[in-house]
Each structure stands twice: as structure tokens, then as C-alpha cells.
């Protein structure tokens, strides 16, 4: 086994407690509102839940934020060069979206025959197909997890000052757009939102431009991790 | 046979220039010493040697291969670091487990048998350790790596006498059952001195001494008698360092010993003996090379 597989295996074995516990969660919330519904009779009707991708998707966003630094320390004690790291940890995200992805799915086609229940995906594209909804959610999953990714290391990497900016330079960024949207009357914000509109195909219902989109974003994001990990010394 | 050649290393951190144009080569199936003062150099060389980090300028190869990234090349070395960084919720026997894996020639039941020796609980987990067990803990996967080149940094800090003891004849036990090239750094000279066969000083970022043990204490000697007889022999000689002891001095002196100089202590009375390299290691960092 090459020592890149040796890793993703080492990351598997290291997130399995953390995925048990967010999916027993999961499972908890899931059915509580089914078992009080038919424990108390309520109607079935009343019982609504919805928006379970979101969740998945910020925890696979903080799981990216967590699997950097001390895997990366544990391999370099064990001479594992920072390619293999990089490419076994990029199997092993890319394969924990997709298995994500398709529990998302999963979850979104079963969970009707017990409840009113609306997917992340089937809110924002009105339509209901196992497919696209399991694309759909990996390339948003893989997008998550190379931002945590990515932010993890761009802090790994960064001296104090340097990390001081990357946390404030999203609170710049938004007082930025809001007052070029003031100085624009509404204009800037209007274009950005067409923007995201045409890049996630809201307009035309076309969930696979943002799966495009996604994917492309990911690409970068993993792309700018390698740049960053290549010549990433160890320290504390 | 694992050759490790490094020319001309350099590497500043910052402002700070850690290692000056380093050329050395550290030969198979030695034990060395890698001996120098706090700051001096040590670990940075180190974590080059291992591609923990990267020089600002010249190579490092092993068998004439680089080993930045070089897989083939890091899979020969295990570096027991002075710092930990093992996942803290890890168990012992877990991290003898994953070390198996990237380590396929790690030896797990003589890991075992060291744990026992030294009453490591594997059981427990590496946050949990001693100061004293983490160094024992990290010793023990270097010993049992079965890598051609181990490389320890301070292996026996926090250890008690009897656990500095077991460490060094478990050291010459791997060493002499299945030879390779080990490199020690540490401050206990004195304690090290007897299982090092090559000493390599590194003082303010360069190499000042790169000799066999034997070859540095013959490069220096002692002279010891009455304190005015001693006197009177250093009349025109340098002193690295003396001892006084009531009437009773001991000098080292940093020369070999001449025919002449044999007989004009046999004169006066005086014995030579061979320096202490721990004394010969302190006078050398003190500002004077050998």
C-alpha cells in the first residue's frame, strides 16, 4: 500500500468517532419528532423537518478545519512527505463528501415516507431526483471541506500579524460590499446576486452549473492547499 | 549502507542564520554525537536531515539522493524529536500499531518488551504521559524501527539513572545486533561519551569538530602533579582548562603529546592522562577550535 493510502487510512480510523457522534446526533434529531408524532398521536403532517445538508456542510467544514495540524505533525514523526499527506488526506475528504453526500441523499428520499420533509437541495431546486441531489451535495460537501481545509493551513502557515488579518478580512470584506452597495444604490449587491444566481443556477433551476461551480471553487481551494503544504515546515 | 552527505548547508530563520555553510559526511554503521551548546544548531540540522524543515541554501542526501520529499530516501531514517507530536489521544499501543504501518519493519513485540523493561503502560494514552515516559515512548519507536538510521534529540530527557542506563544498553544491543548509523544529541557528554564512536561539535552554526572519539582525545591531553611542578611544565604552553585539589593540578592541554614534552614531565614528576570529552567539548565551544 502506498504511503498516501496509508494515510487516508489513518485519517478514516481518525475521523470514525467524530463521524459515529455526528450521525448519532443526526439519527436523534431525525427521529425524535417521528417517535413523539406516533408516540402522542400528533398528526403525521405536523411533524417538519428540513435543512439536514446544511448541517452536513458545516460539519464537514469544521472537519476540514480539523484534520490538518495534528495529522500533519503525526506524519512528519513518521517521515511521511508532505505529497503523500496531501494527496492521502485529498482521498480521504473527497471520499468522506461523496459517502456524506449520499447519506444526505439517502435521508432526503427516505425521510418522506415518515414526515413532511424538505432537502436542502429540493429548497433551493424544486425538484426531487437521487441523482443530482447526491452531485449536488458532494461538490457543495468537497467545496466545505477544501475551504475548512485550506483556512487551516493558510493559519498553519501564517505568522501572528498574517493571521490576524485572515480572521478579520471577511468582516473587511462584508463592511466593504455593503458600502459599495450603499455608494452603488443597491446596484453592487444586485450584480452580485445575479452573479451567484447565474454560478448556482437558481434562474434556470440548473443544479449542475453549481455543481460546476462547486467543483471548480474545490479545485482551487485544493490547489491553493498544495501550494501552501509543499514547502510547509513543522512547527508549533 | 545509508551514506548521509550534506554540502554546504545553510539556514536562516528570519534574521537569525542558524547553520553556516555546513559540509559533512556521516559515514554507515557509526554511532555519532552530535555535541554542541543551547542555540548552536543541533535540532535545525536535524529536522533538515529529516525534511522537517527546509534549508535556505545546499543538499542533503542519503545514498546520493536528496532527501526533500524523497520518500525512499525519509523511509530509512526514524528521528526521535525532543518535542512530541503524537496525537494526545492516542494510546501507546496505538502508536505502535500505526508506526507498524509506516514502518513496516517495526519490530511491535520488542516494543513490547521494551515497555515492559522500562514499565510503560501501553494502555495509556500520550497525553497522560511523564515527561520521563515520553521520552521513553519515543525511544522505544526509534529502537524498534529498524530503520537503517535512527537519530536521537535529547533521548534521555526527564529519564531517571536507571532508566538513562537501560537506554543506552538497549542502544548498543539494537547497534550491535543489527548495525546502523545512529546520531545522538544530547547534553549529558559525559554519560554518552563510552557508546559514541564519532563526535561532530557544532558551535554558533558550524562545524568546529568532525573527528572519531579517539582521534579528539588523542588531539589533547592532561597533565597533573604538584601545582608549582605543573606550573613550571606550562611555561610556554597553553592551557584549555585547569583543576586545583589543595596542592594537587590538573591541566588539559590542547596538543598531542611529544616525545620532549614526555620527558620534561617525567622530570618533574608529572602524569598525563586523556582528557574528558565532556572538558575537551567545553573548551572547544569556550572559543577555540581543535
Known sequence: MSNALKVTKYLYRDLRTSITVFFSVMIAIVTLPIFIAYQFNTNEGEVNVSGLGATIAVYIFIMGLNIFKSNFKFMQMNNITRSSFYFGSLIALISLALFLAIIDALLNKYMKLFMSYQGLFEQIYPKNLFIADVFWSFSLFTMAVSLGWLITMLYYRSNKLTKIVISIAPVLLLALAGSLNNWTNGSFGENIWNLFSILLGLEQANSYMAVLSFSITALIFFALSYLLIRKSPLKN | ?290
Request: hydrophobic share 40%; aromatic share 8%.
Open chain 2, 1 to 290: 549502507m545509508s551514506t548521509i552527505t550534506i554540502e554546504e548547508l545553510t539556514m536562516d530563520y528570519e534574521k537569525n542564520r542558524a547553520l553556516v555553510h555546513i559540509t559533512l559526511t556521516i559515514e554507515p554503521n557509526k554511532i555519532y554525537g552530535l555535541l554542541g551548546r543551547n542555540g548552536a544548531g543541533k535540532t535545525t540540522l536535524l529536522n533538515l536531515l529529516t525534511n522537517r524543515i527546509f534549508p535556505t541554501s545546499g543538499e542533503i542526501k542519503i545514498d546520493g539522493k536528496n532527501v526533500i520529499e524523497n520518500e525512499q530516501a525519509l523511509s530509512q531514517i526514524y528521528y526521535m524529536m525532543e518535542a512530541n507530536y503524537f496525537p494526545e489521544s492516542l494510546k501507546v499501543k496505538d502508536v505502535f500499531r500505526w508506526t507498524k504501518e509506516f514502518y513496516p519493519l517495526f519490530d511491535t513485540a520488542y516494543a513490547n518488551e521494551l515497555a515492559n523493561k522500562f514499565n510503560l503502560n501501553i494502555q495509556k494514552k500520550i497525553k497522560s504521559l511523564s515527561t520521563g515516559y515520553h521520552s521513553i515512548f519515543k525511544a522505544i519507536l526509534a529502537l524498534a524501527s529498524n530503520a537503517k538510521i535512527l537519530i536521537f534529540d535529547e533521548p534521555v530527557l526527564g529519564l531517571d539513572a536507571y532508566h538513562r542506563d537501560l537506554f543506552y544498553k538497549e542502544l548498543i544491543v539494537v547497534y550491535s545486533e543489527n548495525p546502523k548509523t545512529i546520531i545522538i544529541s544530547t547534553h549529558l557528554i559525559e554519560e554518552i561519551a563510552d557508546v559514541l564512536e564519532e563526535v561532530i561539535v557544532i558551535h554558533e552554526g558550524r562545524i568546529i569538530a568532525n573527528h572519531s572519539v579517539e582521534e579528539l582525545l588523542a588531539s589533547a591531553y592532561q597533565v597533573s602533579g604538584e601545582a608549582e611542578k605543573v606550573d613550571q611544565y606550562m611555561i610556554g604552553k597553553q592551557a584549555a582548562g585547569q583543576k586545583m585539589m589543595g596542592k594537587y593540578k590538573m591541566v588539559t592541554v590542547l596538543k598531542k603529546i611529544s616525545k620532549e614534552n614526555e620527558e620534561v614531565a617525567s622530570e618533574l614528576g608529572l602524569s598525563f592522562s586523556k582528557p574528558e570529552l565532556q572538558e575537551l567539548f567545553i573548551h572547544m565551544t569556550n572559543g577555540q577550535e581543535v
